[in-house]
RNA sequence: GGGGAGAUACCCAAGCGGUCAAAGGGGACGGACUGUAAAUCCGUUGCCACUGGCUUCGCAGGUUCGAAUCCUGCUCUCCCCA
């Protein structure tokens, strides 16, 4: 390894105003970097040198699903990679099943080997929508992306390998973390095992030989475990940068599939597009920073004059990004279509009901909702039509009793988002 | 190891022998308003073709005409002492 701190300032105008250059880039939404005088000594020896710094990122794959929280994180990796650096994935085959206490209030569920495995899979591939996944050829370097997953040495790991890095943190300073205090104030409890995924994950930075380590504001803890780990082993400590969180829907907590305030990377082009119309217009300039390259003129004069219109932009835009070009503005049409026109979407689902199965051609109201998933049981599907928030070709129907008369095709509408066509077959 | 407290519906949290399918809040859903923003207001929020029935209050038994409420055992958690 070289050692970073022994490179003084270069007297290279032309290095020294490209390190400034990247480190713009690199530390936009970053709220932690430990320490930005290191991250330039850093890249003065990548840049003088050629030898591209070594980005590690890290996910556990406890959920199959990435969102645009994820997205952020991943965003400024491939930042790195655009600078020419090289990407160092992580894949917690092992953390996952240990189960990260950061950011949390209760303990994590542990996961079976094969929920991991499973959920890596899915993963990937969706993280490789916002990574560079090949090699590419920028600024003349190549921004490569190294797939690893710390099951590969954890599981060669023994029992005095496992104590020792035990040795290395003291119980006072896993005390000390802000989460911790709060869950034993709560009188939450806290599993030994919680104390151990730090050093985990620190491991990884020895074994990876990380250069930098990326994480949101709530890894930091963890992020500098790795710095003693490496320092330890006799490798220089990484630069630790942390990327603010992204607020979820509600606006208030951070975005988390859990909380079921997320936009998954996986979702329709309208998904994307109609959720970001939901969300609360303070957070515009968080997405903006964090989820696109935009400065910040160029939305911030939009938002105040015209909010929805700054939403929609970055909605589309989003949209684009996850799903490729016209992929935004189609969703915006239909958008526009249903919510702001309340018209009737132009591709509404046609389903079609056996005739077998419905006597007379009728059918009572709460047992067609259930059918079409509108309604999860009858009696909820009955809640629902009390409420008014049933129509029948374009007419709301109150009655829970109503009998539906299925001769020709039926437009039913559940609540503002959900339509079918509903036909028998013949 | 000793002593004390607790486990209630998606979450928090009341209830402490019948009037409890279980207060209140949050969330969610539906409606009004609207920019699927914020704020506000209203309704719903176990299942079942339902003026009735069935299953829910950590798990298993028991007492009682009757239990979320009382008793016994078990599981899990927190606190204090060692």
């Known amino acids: 390894m070289t050692d970073a701190a022994d490179v003084p300032a270069s007297q290279d105008p032309a290095l020294e105003r490209e390190v400034e250059r990247q480190c713009a880039v690199l530390l936009r939404g970053v709220v932690d970097c430990v320490s930005a005088d290191d991250l330039r000594r850093r890249l003065r020896v990548a840049l003088r040198d050629g030898r591209p710094l070594r980005v590690k990122l890290g996910f556990d794959p406890t959920s199959a699903d990435l969102h645009l929280g994820h997205a952020v994180v991943l965003r400024k990796l491939r930042q790195f990679q655009d600078l020419g650096h090289h990407a160092v994935f992580i ?7 240990l189960g990260d206490p950061s950011g949390k209030d209760k303990t994590r569920p542990q996961l079976s080997r094969e929920q991991v495995e499973a959920n890596a899979r899915t993963y990937l591939a969706q993280a490789t929508k916002v990574v560079a996944a090949h090699e590419r050829q920028l600024g003349g370097r190549a921004g490569e992306l190294e797939i690893r997953n710390n099951a590969d040495w954890f599981l060669g790991f023994g029992f005095a390998d496992f104590i020792r890095l035990a040795s290395k943190m003291t119980v006072a300073r896993m005390v000390e973390r802000d989460n911790f205090t709060q869950r034993m104030k709560d009188g939450q409890p806290i599993g030994i095992h919680e104390f151990l995924y730090p050093l985990l994950q620190g491991q990884d930075s020895v074994e990876v030989k990380a250069d930098v380590e ?8 963890n992020l500098l475990v ?51 119309m939901s969300v609360p217009d303070a957070l515009m300039e968080a997405y903006y920073t964090l989820l696109t390259d935009l400065d910040d003129p160029q939305w911030r004069g939009l938002a105040s004059s ?4 700054a939403k929609a932009a970055l909605a589309a835009r989003l949209a684009d990004w996850l799903h490729g070009a016209p992929a935004g503005s189609e969703a915006r049409t239909r958008f526009d279509r249903l919510f702001r026109d309340r018209e009737v979407p132009v591709d509404v689902a046609r389903v079609v009901l056996p005739r077998a199965e419905v006597p007379g051609g009728r059918l009572w ?15 909820e599907a009955r809640r629902l039509v009390l409420g008014g928030g049933v129509k029948l070709d374009g007419v709301v129907v109150a009655d829970e009793k109503h009998e539906v008369v299925l001769e020709r095709e039926l437009l039913v509408q559940a609540g503002k988002r959900r339509f079918a066509r509903v036909a028998l077959s013949d």
């Open 365 to 379: 109201i709460a047992e067609l909702l259930c059918r079409l998933k509108f309604a999860s049981s009858r009696s």
């Open 214 to 221: 990326l994480g949101g504001t709530d890894q930091l803890f």
């Open 226 to 276: 790795g710095r003693d780990l490496q320092a330890d082993a006799g490798q220089a400590p990484q630069v630790c940068l942390t990327t603010r969180v992204l607020p979820g829907l509600d606006g208030v907590q951070k975005m988390s599939k859990s909380l079921g305030n997320s936009i998954g990377l996986t979702f329709s082009a309208d998904e994307v597009f109609g959720k970001v």
């Open 91 to 97: 894949v917690g085959g092992a953390t996952a099943m």
């Open 306 to 309: 015209d909010p929805r219109e």
